[in-house]
């Protein structure tokens, strides 16, 4: 495959975008007018929503959970498992109603992944046509303009594209949280696993500027950010289509050093390109978390070698071996599929056995999911939905009685933990995170949000430790 660089928007059709959001903001001047965006998918897609919300914003609309007090329903869409495909379209469904209700005082758009996939736009717009605005992943910073088209001219607008060389800066964003905050560093993914949409609907992978990453990192600790995540496919990828070849570990390097910034995590990382160098700078950068989302997929090298992942299973324990040796007390999570097509037994017990001897700290666990246009999808070997199940409950028993074990040996020990706020599964406990990202559920003083405490660990349970604060 030949390289290609990323190529941002110009300045100017942005600024003709911001000019848009001016001229909707001020018809919006005085009126009370709400947005709603439902977020499915990954953290990348949750960093779109962001930036849809920071220009609604703009536009001079409020967020609201009520689609029923809502003039802009956004759904921003995951094709990489069917059950949030069809998530989508039982939403779509139940709107009708309320579209009928308000008819052109609620515009319904749909964007993200889903839309990048020609058959599910063309199904929207048969079925569903009470949608408004559907556009994908690469325009999404023109959205002001389809907008405005909506509003103006009362027309419905359908700009999908299917070119992936464009990065947009300088967009608006409305960060969910104040204390953590989502950074894309890369689009796209060129390794087309047999099972994987993503290439298809994110295109190949572009590199945003080091200066650009490092400048947003820099007003994140300005605005009093504790916590950054760098997104990416594969960010060990990051860097391999800029002209001067800044790796990942050099990116890491330049953000350890930003003042103000206390921690700094990732994903997602490829085994295959994880190097030697990014060991290196894991174990010497302090504000590094001690921790590593490392997706295996499948403990089996003859379906690591269908799913097209380029490793073995000798070689990942190799790699976690290296991991665990260079960084004491690494966490280490995974991504798992059961039930990829001819997965036999054996393979299966491949997979257990793999995790019996990593013992992740916890994993996101999958039934295969057959996604059109991927070669899996294709294959005349798929597994029985009731084989697929009953390895999959077996693997979660493990799993969850491995979390539980690693949970129990921070029990007395004390930790530093990042506070974020109020727990959502008890509104009278704050919660914060190790940097071994375990959650922890302490009582304390609310304006404790945002700072790096200490706390002794008096209980442990299989998704959370419960800390008691330190004086």
């Known amino acids: 495959m030949s390289k290609r660089t990323a190529v941002c928007v110009p300045e100017q059709e942005i600024e003709e975008q911001r000019e848009i959001m001016r001229k909707i903001a001020n018809l919006n001047e005085g009126k009370v007018r709400r947005y709603s965006i439902h977020t499915f998918g990954c953290q990348l897609n949750e960093n779109d929503s962001e930036k849809l919300g920071g220009m609604l914003a703009g536009m001079g609309y409020e967020e609201t959970d009520d689609f029923d007090k809502s003039d802009i329903i956004i759904f921003n869409t995951c094709c990489v498992r069917e059950n949030a495909e069809q998530k989508v379209f039982g939403h779509l469904g139940r709107l009708k109603m309320l579209k009928d209700q308000k008819g052109d005082n609620l515009v319904l758009a749909v964007c993200g992944c889903m839309m990048q996939q020609q058959e599910i736009v063309d199904y929207i717009m048969n079925t569903y046509r009470h949608v408004d605005i559907i556009f994908g992943t690469h325009n999404l910073h023109k959205f002001p303009e389809m907008l405005y088209k909506k509003l103006i001219n009362n027309e419905k607008v359908f700009d999908v594209i299917d070119t992936d060389g464009y990065i947009a800066e300088g967009l608006p964003i409305q960060r969910k949280d104040s204390v953590k905050a989502w950074v894309t560093i890369m689009y796209g993914c060129n390794n087309f696993c047999s099972y994987c949409i993503v290439p298809y609907v994110r295109g190949r992978e572009r590199s945003r500027s080091v200066n650009e990453i490092v400048n947003e990192v820099k007003m994140l600790a300005q605005q009093d950010y504790k916590e950054i995540t760098l997104l990416g496919q594969n960010v060990n990828s990051y860097g391999k289509d800029l002209p001067d070849m800044t790796t990942f570990p050099m990116l890491l390097e330049k953000l350890n050093g930003i003042d103000g910034i206390k921690r700094i995590r990732f994903m997602t990382s490829h085994p295959k390109d994880l190097s030697d160098e990014l060991i290196r700078v894991m174990r010497e950068c302090d504000k590094i978390a001690p921790h590593l989302h490392l997706p295996i997929q499948s403990g089996s090298t003859r379906i690591l070698q269908s799913m097209n992942r380029k490793y073995t299973k000798e070689q990942y324990l190799e790699l976690v071996d290296k991991l665990r040796a260079n960084i004491p007390g690494i966490a280490l999570t995974t991504d798992i599929i059961v039930g990829f097509p001819d997965e036999s037994e054996e393979d299966f017990e491949e997979t257990l056995d ?118």
């Open 354 to 471: 793999v995790v019996n001897r990593v013992r992740f700290d916890s994993a996101y666990t999958f039934l295969f999911s057959r996604r059109a246009g991927t070669p899996a999808a294709k294959s005349d070997k798929q597994v029985p939905d009731e084989v697929k199940k009953a390895r999959f409950d077996r693997l979660l028993e493990l799993q969850n009685r491995i979390s539980r074990e690693i949970n129990e040996t921070y029990l007395n020990r004390t930790c530093e933990i990042l506070v974020e706020g109020i727990s959502k599964t008890n509104p009278h406990m704050l919660t914060g995170r190790t940097g071994t990202n375990k959650i922890v559920n302490f009582e304390g003083p609310s304006n404790l949000k945002g700072n790096l405490i200490k706390v002794k660990i008096i209980d442990a349970k299989t998704w959370h430790l419960v800390g008691k604060l330190l004086k």
